[in-house]
């Protein structure tokens, strides 16, 4: 049976103030995730530290629902405030290990801290929006050390296989961004083989900003240590040893000092309200949508740019002449979507529903009639 979307809505109050379509830029939080910070903050004004054991018991149970919400063990899972900051974790980790192979979709996030270190970046040329994957193949493309990659790319919602990714990359790393699409599709780090993954809460997840988390495969752990520790990066922090470091053997070392608490509690109860839904449940939904945008855009003459089929995802790259003058006059009418170079980039993600999506076009045709008008 299809989950109540209609009653999900509810829990998103921000898609009775507006029309919603802007999960790839900053997904609104559902009730339970305010719900879930407001406890902790409630408990820190009213009792100073008095619960720190307990807040440790729940970041704890929040790595185990991360880390199960991406087929990994709840001990290759570091809590970081966003993407930027996992993958300097990694570039850390593996950077001296040679070049990186990427591709020119891609989200400067992937690519510039490797860039920094003087790390040669192979960037992939897109052909009609589309990476091909057998451009990473071992014979074909240029020797890397290291895959860098999004699952779903910022620039046209390209969504890339990762599965088959994993099967190609040979002795290679694989390492992903999964800020646009961890809490829209499934991810499998182990069925991928994916060595590293950092994500940004804020998006897809629907956790709000500063609740990211990065995978690091046990492999890895046990091959690689840190550049940076911390006081809590040891085994025994609270024998406060300044002789001597005893790492521990998890990514939790990549924790230095004190936790984030809050945006750790938020991540929690996001994770937790998506897995009740289901992931694969949310997406379907998903596509459903995006299907339904594409097929709306495309009947009423508008080119869609984002690559369909097996590359579908959440986001819709539409081509416009005016991206600014149109994002405006969508915000005018309670629309929010994010203005790109070629359009505007329209996100569905499984709170928002056909109403949404024919308020959004009708709206474009509209301002495309007032451009008309005036030339
Ligand atoms: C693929 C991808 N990775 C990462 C980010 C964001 O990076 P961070 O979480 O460091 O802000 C974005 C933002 O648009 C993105 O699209």
Redesign the pocket.
Known sequence: MAPPWDEIRRDFPAVTRHVYLNAAAGGPTPRPVREAVGVFLRELEEDGDLYWESWIEHREAVRGRVAALIGAEADEIAFVP????GLNLVVDMVGEDGAVLSHELE?P??TLPWIHRGIPVHLLPAVEGIVRLESFSLAGAPRAATIAI?HV??SNGCRQDLEALGRLKAHRHLVV?G??SVGAFPVDVRRCRIDALAS?GHKWLCAGYGA?FLYVSRELLARRAPRMVGWLSVERPFAFDNRQVRLLPSNRRHELGCPNFAPIFALGAAVEYLTNIGMEAIAARILELNMYLTARLEREGFEVLSPGGEHRSGQTLVALADPREATEYLQERGILVTRKREGVRISTHFFNNEEDIETCVAALVEHRGTLSGAS
Request: no cysteine.
């Open positions: 966003n993407t930027s900051t989200f996030a992937v999004s790319e910022f961004s800020s646009q940004a990211g």
